[in-house]
């Protein structure tokens, strides 16, 4: 039996939501305001915009 994986924090937003804030972002909104838009922090808010770009090989595979 292998160990129990600790449980991670639910995501706050959806991946529909997630893909509408990174088109946002895209399109020139800054993640100041989407943070505010969402209910995210700006960091938050980044993070999901700039993984949204990234090619999928850059991508970290743990998260």
């Keep these: 039996m292998s160990p129990a994986r ?15 804030l ?3 972002f895209s399109a020139g909104t800054p993640a100041d305001e989407l943070a505010a838009k969402y209910g995210v922090s700006r960091a938050t ?4 915009a700039v993984r949204a770009t990234l090619p999928s090989s850059l991508r970290c595979r743990g998260a």
């Excluded at 600790?6 to 509408?20: V, Y």
């Excluded at 808010?45 to 999901?48: D, G, L, N, T």
């Design 6 to 20: 600790p449980r991670s924090r639910p995501r706050k937003l959806t991946p529909q939501l997630e893909d509408n």
């Design 22 to 24: 990174a088109g946002e």
């Design 45 to 48: 808010a980044y993070r999901i």
